[in-house]
């Protein structure tokens, strides 16, 4: 479980591909402090550490074809950044909201826009999925906790403030870029209710 409160920006140093897995290394000061193991969200998604080298200050992580398939892990190249969240630990203040880890689906970053200081990005994803954001409603972009502020049919828009431009991959984000979203967990149950009830 995941608060989607990003804690800081990894490097990926070096990919490998055994059969249809992804070892894929990464660089970061928290290598030291995670163990064998132990889960870390990489861009929102959950991935099991499974060895470390605490000279270089990397680690492995090792994705499956269903999550290559699921998420933007298969695109990502030597020297990409991307975000980095340790599990919450129990007792913990939750400042985000609650992130699984689990991405949904993919989307396409579709506009970026500069207001004054800060970002407005617009997502767009394939609405026959059938996940569905609301005005105000918390949305996880790459493992990021935000708050919707323009919710369409299979479209919407975020806010970014500079800390967290600065501290996450959305420095880097372009048209175009693919992100992972996982949508609201409370949201998917109503969803499935309202859908189990017609």
């Not at 398939?69 to 939750?94: H, I, P, S, Y």
């Not at 689990?102 to 989307?107: A, K, L, N, P, S």
């Not at 991959?169 to 009830?197: H, M, P, W």
Request: with cysteine; net charge negative; glycine share 8%.
């Amino acid at each position: 479980m995941f608060t989607g409160i990003i804690e800081e920006l990894g490097v990926i140093t070096h990919l490998e591909r055994e059969k249809e897995n992804l070892h894929i290394t990464v660089q970061s000061s928290l290598t030291e402090e995670l163990k064998i193991d132990q889960s870390v969200a990489h861009n929102g998604v959950c991935l099991t550490v499974v060895d470390r080298n605490l000279e270089e200050n990397t680690y492995i992580v090792t994705a499956i074809q269903e999550t290559l398939e699921k998420t933007n892990v298969g695109a990502w190249q030597v020297n990409d950044r991307v975000n980095l969240e340790r599990a919450m630990k129990l007792g913990d203040r939750l400042d985000g909201h609650i992130v699984q880890g689990h991405i949904d689906q993919v989307g396409t970053c579709i506009s970026i826009k500069e207001s004054n200081g800060s970002w407005y990005y617009t997502f767009e994803y394939d609405s026959a999925l059938n996940n569905i954001t609301i005005e105000k409603g918390s949305i996880t972009v790459n493992g990021t906790s935000l708050t919707v502020v323009n919710s369409g049919i299979h479209t919407f828009s975020v806010a970014i403030i500079p800390y967290t431009y600065s501290h996450t991959t959305f420095q880097y984000l372009k048209v175009g870029s693919l992100i992972n979203l996982e949508f609201d967990v409370i949201g998917k149950y109503v969803a499935r209710l309202q859908g189990l009830s017609k």
